[in-house]
């Protein structure tokens, strides 16, 4: 077996380290992603990987790294379903976030809780790994370790649950919600979209240390849902800094699925595309497919609009 390493060698894995430390696209290229679990054991470690990294998840990373640095930082992203979204924002940030900064307190909430547990073992199988913790030095804790409450040497918390569960008795410097309906049907509920709503005001928002950032990572379903009750009337689907109703200014980031798929069979960067009037920083633009009339049409990515005023997909900028 042969140990040697070449002075190259050594200089090239000292900056892959030094590099997956400083940024969380880096952190992506240094770390096995894992997938979804194969067995129903809490405590498996077998799990296929996730290797492919495209443009939509870099943008995703660049955007949540800057807002984790940002005092009061708010940021929305909207992906289609399939995008992977989860695995970057719910399963590798929280980890890069809380080795980068020892002490740190992450919260996650989804639409329900098994499926944030889910979430929370598959970055628990990050933070075991040799990898990790020779990038931070820091590991599991072993007086605090369950799917969806875990802790780390280094002083960071992780917490995992549904939304409407009740977060309660922790604090949070960041708070990550993650698809916060389950799909149509629900976001169809004036009930559940009102519970999700007070959910958010009364329980998630409380958890915040002062200063926390806040991140809102969802396909949506329905104009009135958590993000639409948050961003301001006659929002056109943008993306960039909008002023929202209670005058916080969130970072918007819309992704279109055709636009998605593009820079994944060309292998584009997804950031530097062109906007409708030239412009740098786009992130896709409707194809111009259109829903049956009567069927309200459901924007994956943008701007839900009800039946009564529905419209081709295709209006409207979508830049960053």
Not at 7 to 28: K, M
Not at 112 to 139: N, W
């Amino acid at each position: 077996m042969n140990l040697h390493v070449s002075p190259q060698q050594a200089a090239a894995e000292l900056l892959r380290r030094r590099r997956a430390r400083e940024s969380l696209a880096g952190f992506v290229n240094a770390v096995e992603i894992p997938g979804k679990p194969v067995s129903d054991d809490p405590d498996a470690w077998l799990y296929p990987i996730e290797t492919s990294v495209a443009a939509h998840h870099l943008l995703l990373c660049d955007k949540l790294e800057a807002i984790s640095s940002t005092p009061h930082g708010r940021l929305m992203v909207f992906m289609p379903t399939g995008s992977a979204k989860s695995t970057y924002a719910s399963v590798v940030f929280p980890t890069w976030f809380m080795g980068k900064r020892p002490g740190a307190r992450h919260i996650l909430t989804s639409y329900g809780s098994d499926l944030a547990r889910r979430h929370g073992r598959r970055a628990r199988q990050i933070v075991r790994s040799r990898a990790y913790q020779s990038l931070f030095g820091t590991a599991l804790s072993a007086d605090s370790s369950a799917a969806d409450e875990w802790a780390l040497t280094n002083g960071s918390e992780y917490m995992a649950g549904g939304i409407l569960s009740g977060i309660t008795g922790n604090r949070a410097h960041g708070l990550l919600i993650d698809d916060p309906v389950k799909g149509r049907e629900d976001a169809d509920s004036p009930v559940i979209r009102r519970k999700t709503l007070d959910a958010y005001e009364d329980d998630l928002k409380t958890r915040l240390i002062p200063g926390g950032w806040i991140a809102l990572i969802q396909t949506r379903w329905h104009e009135d849902d958590l993000a639409g009750s948050i961003l301001p009337r006659g929002w056109k689907g943008e993306s960039g800094s909008i002023e929202c109703r209670n005058g916080n200014v969130w970072k918007c980031c819309v992704c279109q699925r055709s636009a998605i798929s593009r820079t994944i069979r060309s292998g584009a960067n997804l950031g530097n595309s062109s906007g409708p009037s030239g412009s740098t920083g786009a992130v896709g633009r409707n194809s111009g497919a259109t829903r049956a009339p009567g069927r309200r049409f459901i924007s994956s990515t943008r701007r839900p609009t009800p039946a009564p005023t529905f419209r081709p997909i295709g209006s409207g900028p979508s830049s960053l």
